[in-house]
């Protein structure tokens, strides 16, 4: 049981990415219920009624929020800090400040380092837990105990979570859509079965990796069924639990990683209406908040932005060593990362933008933190912010940029974004080319989800052509090499001595994660796939 949690755990399906990890389901119950010997692969008793198939729900939830790490300790992995963080500290624009994503910001992993590690088998056990309550609800519906409609609602929330928890592990642990010219390069491993007996995990142990096309199709599919399934609102969880408006903005995001530009369009534009800002959703009513600021902070669990976060609360949360405030905050909390000089003084980001007030602080380190996650700085509550409305519109900025050209739309979506924060808003004079507008939209991308873990993902599409950011991980500046100088905000400079972790070109080993030795080690099928050099 974790710190700060109080659960209701069932005892079933116990299996981790392939087979020992238990099935924890969330509840306001200091209780532990034993259905089965927990060295069992059995879900009997989870499924008998409707009420304890809700808390097979919430497991699947919880498992996406906090799943496990060495000694029982929780880390925020798969979608806590851990993601958050090394998805910011894989690029350039968050200042790694402590050891605990040393490997990842410095490009020093290798497959027994805990930070892709414990991303891998949390993230397959996320996935393992879907299709573990895929099985049993469906099983459920036919014996009558939850309705039809119930039942898809349900498996829709799960192929929500499979899909994202798939487009995590390929944009971790494979090389990008575009890397070959049909996606025929490996990706990971599709599983879409339960395993929960020692012949499906026998049958695991010999399964190789997919395509990445291959994954792509698997996540676009699980991402339009759970569209049809989805409910548009969900009332008090309309941003915890996955919804209609979700499944579409994740397509969004999916999408422009595939490189299938007029299809972010379609995407998009269930979501945006109009040609010129105000933009709203006719799907959830999401739309920008009026500051920068709205979506964080006291506003984290109920604002108009927010299409899809991951719950945590003051008793159910990733734990001092695994909550964005711990990780995110300036002192009294742990302060890991920090936001670089290297975004801090992007001539592209003007001296007067909100963001760089509203957002910001200076601890009494002197280094500057985000403030995006100080909801709750002392129980830690503030939720995991994964899509917002802000990336729908950028989403499809870029894509119409790249089908359409440099159009007005797509001038309107960007500023929309930008124009909440500054009254420097690009006009169709200074952006008078795709190449100019689509650099733009990769530049807003950078200050407006400085923090929320996204860089890694721009980085990573974006890399092959190598035309909008470096082609490979960028350089980065180290805590002991910075100075007050280099903080000068939109100066457009950085001291050159303070880039002490060099970049990492594209045609490296390193750009991505080694499948973990403890994955290799009981699959040799993943053992004689696993990523060069590694």
């Excluded at 919430?58 to 806590?80: E, L, M, T």
């Excluded at 400040?97 to 056990?125: C, G, H, I, K």
């Excluded at 964080?296 to 899809?308: D, Q, R, V």
Aim: proline share 5%; glycine share 6%.
């Amino acid at each position: 049981m974790k710190n700060h949690t109080i659960k209701r755990i069932l005892k079933v399906a116990l299996v981790a990415p392939l087979f020992s990890l238990s099935f924890a389901m969330t509840s306001c119950e200091d209780e532990v219920i034993e259905l089965e010997a927990p060295d069992r692969y059995t879900e009997v008793g989870a499924f008998e009624s409707a009420a304890r198939i809700q808390l097979v729900m919430n497991g699947v939830y919880d498992a996406a929020q906090s799943g496990f790490y060495a000694a029982g300790a929780v880390r925020g992995y798969p979608f806590g800090a851990a993601s958050t963080a090394q998805g910011d500290t894989r690029g350039e624009d968050m200042l790694n400040m402590e050891a605990f994503y040393q490997a990842t910001y410095e490009n020093l992993y290798n497959p027994t380092t805990a930070n892709n590690q414990y991303m891998w088998e949390t993230l397959y056990a996320l996935i393992n837990k879907a299709n573990v309550a895929i099985e049993g609800i469906k099983g459920a519906a036919t014996s009558g105990i939850i309705t039809e409609q119930t039942a898809a609602e349900y498996v829709a929330e799960c192929q929500f979570l499979r899909a994202l928890a798939l487009h995590e592990l390929i944009t971790n642990f494979a090389r990008p859509y575009n890397h070959t010219a049909d996606a025929s390069h490996l990706g990971v491993p599709i599983r879409l079965t339960a395993v929960n007996t020692p012949a499906r995990v026998d049958e695991a142990k010999t399964q190789g990796r997919n395509t990445v096309k291959e994954v792509y199709d698997q996540i676009l599919l699980d991402l339009n069924t759970a569209e049809t399934a989805l409910p548009a609102t969900r009332g008090t969880f309309q941003i915890t639990k996955a919804t209609k408006g979700a499944a579409i903005a994740l397509k969004t995001r999916v999408l422009l990683h595939k490189g299938d530009y007029a299809n972010v369009v379609t995407e998009a534009s269930k979501l945006v209406t109009g040609d010129a800002a105000p933009f709203t959703s006719p799907i959830g009513g999401y739309k920008l908040t009026a500051e920068p600021s709205g979506p964080f902070g006291a506003n984290n669990k109920n604002n108009t932005e927010s299409i899809f976060s991951i719950l945590n609360s003051a008793i159910d949360n990733a734990s001092t060593n695994g909550a964005l405030p711990q990780m995110y905050g300036s002192a009294p909390n742990r302060a890991l990362v920090a936001i670089s000089p290297v975004i801090w003084n992007q001539a592209f980001w003007p001296v007067s933008d909100k963001r760089r007030t509203q957002l910001t602080d200076v601890s009494t380190n002197n280094y500057l933190y985000t403030t995006k996650y100080n909801g709750d700085k002392v129980t830690w509550a503030d939720n995991t912010p994964i899509i917002r409305y802000a990336e729908v519109l950028l989403n499809m900025s870029e894509a119409i940029a790249r089908t359409a050209g440099a159009t007005p739309k797509a001038l309107a979506l960007l500023n929309a974004v930008r124009g909440r924060a500054t009254t420097d808003v690009y006009t169709e004079a200074t952006l008078n080319t795709p190449q100019k507008l689509i650099q733009a939209i990769v530049n807003e991308r950078r200050i407006e989800f400085l923090a929320e873990g996204l860089r890694w993902k721009d980085i990573f599409r974006l890399a092959v052509e190598g035309v909008y950011v470096y082609k490979g991980i960028p350089a980065k500046v180290t805590k002991g090499n910075t100075t007050a100088a280099d903080y000068a905000a939109a100066s457009g400079t950085v001291r050159a001595a303070a880039f002490a972790v060099p970049a990492v070109p594209y045609e490296d080993f390193r750009f991505i994660w080694p499948i973990p030795t403890s994955e290799t080690s009981a699959n040799p099928v993943l053992a004689g796939q696993q990523n060069p050099n590694y």
